[in-house]
Structure formats: C-alpha cells, structure tokens
C-alpha cells in the first residue's frame, strides 16, 4: 500500500496507542490489530481531521455520516476473521472506506455499497489512489446487497436497519457470517448471523450505535 507520509513518527505512536488501547477493551486478533495499526487512517478522513484519525473515535466524512469508531471496525472485522472464510466479502455502507481498506488486508475479494453517490465516485477514487485494488464499489442500495457476485463468505453492514435485511441472509454461502447493528438508535445490538445446513444461527456481540441503514438513493 502506499502511503502519503505528512505525519511521520508522532503518526507511528499514536497508531501503537490506538492499537495498545483496542487491545484493553478486548480486540485479541493479532492479525485485526496489525492490519489496524499498518491501515492509513488519516488518509481516509478531511486534512483537517487526520491529527485525530488514530483516536478511537468516529469522525464526520460529510453527507452527515461518519467513519467508524476503529474499536468497531476491528470487533466487526475480528468476529468474521475468528468464524470462517473471508474469501469473498461483501460489506454495506462503504462510507469513506476505512473499512473497505480494512476487509482488503483480510480477504481475496471486497465487494462494497454505497447509496449516497458523492461518498461512492470519492471512496472509489481514494481506494484506486491508495492502491487498494482488491475491492468493488457500487452506488446501491445495500438492503438489496449485491446479488450479482453472491455468494458470500462474508457480509458486514456498517449502518443500523431497524429489522434483519432478508436479502443479506440468501446472500451468503453455506458457513457464511453476517455481521450487522440491529435496531433503533439508541438501543442497536450487533448480531452475528451465520448460515448452516439446518438453518440460520443468530448471536448477538454487543450494544453498539450506528447511523441508521437508510432507504432510497442519494
Ligand atoms: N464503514 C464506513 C462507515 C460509514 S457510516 C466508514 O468507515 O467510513 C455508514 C454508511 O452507510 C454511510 O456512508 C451511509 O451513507 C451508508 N448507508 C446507509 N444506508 C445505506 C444503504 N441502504 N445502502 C448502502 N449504504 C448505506
């Protein structure tokens, strides 16, 4: 990957720090914290937020939707590494990318949806201009995932429906894993789902809060 680099060592600490403090509050995936920790954070948000792009903190991407808490990108990241294969991966919401860029370093294949345009044709070009070449962005709506290139390995939604999307589920392969923030904001849990012969298993991780899975185009 290549990197622009305008933040040198102070950039180096203060990813050790993030990577230390995801460690405490219970990521153990070494491979999730070396891919969070290598993964250049501040090239996905505005020039004027990147001295807090390796804070475990969400930050504003614009069209009033925001980049994932790390902590949550390398829960999310860590509980479908730990149960399967990620070969091929579908994630929903692609945002600014971090995550996209995140699933690259752990899987084959990424595919990924996004329904507000300005954030697709921006995250589509950042992702080329970083060299991350293993991914497939649409401008979609992710309720519907993306059936063309089903099935899949893997699904992550990075934005809250209030119910289970039906079409996520048909979308997976066999030991296939989804995982996705469930509810109304407030009170979301993130729920893993996976599919098996004798049907659908569904555990829930933990409360989480998300912007909200919305419907229709933008
Ligand atoms: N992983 C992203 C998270 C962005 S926030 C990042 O780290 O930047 C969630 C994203 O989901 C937003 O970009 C929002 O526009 C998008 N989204 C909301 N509803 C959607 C839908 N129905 N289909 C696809 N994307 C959706």
Wanted: some cysteine.
């Amino acid at each position: 990957m290549s990197e622009v680099d305008g933040i040198g060592m102070t950039s180096q600490r203060s990813r050790n720090r993030l990577v230390d403090s995801l460690r405490e509050m219970g990521i153990k995936s070494e491979k999730v914290l070396e891919v969070i920790r290598t993964v250049p954070r501040h090239l996905f948000v505005d020039e004027a937020l990147a001295s807090r792009a390796y804070e475990n903190t969400a930050l504003p991407i614009g069209y009033g939707q925001t980049i994932s808490q790390p902590y949550t990108v390398a829960l999310m990241t860590e509980a479908l590494c730990d149960s399967g294969s990620m070969k091929k991966v579908l994630e929903i919401g692609s945002g600014c990318g971090y995550q996209t860029a995140v699933l690259a370093q752990v899987s084959r294949l990424v595919f990924s949806v996004e329904r507000v345009k300005g954030l697709f044709a921006k995250t589509d070009q950042r992702l080329r201009a970083l060299k991350i070449l293993n991914t497939r962005l649409k401008h979609g709506d992710g309720f519907e995932g993306w059936a063309a290139n089903a099935r899949y390995d893997a699904i992550l939604v990075a934005a809250a429906p209030v119910s289970l999307p039906s079409k996520l589920i048909e979308q997976l392969s066999l030991g296939g894993r989804l995982v996705i923030p469930v509810g109304r904001s407030g009170k979301q849990e993130l729920r893993m789902y996976v599919k098996t012969s004798n049907g659908v298993v569904e555990k829930c991780l933990e409360s989480v809060s998300f912007v909200p899975l919305l419907d229709g185009l933008r």
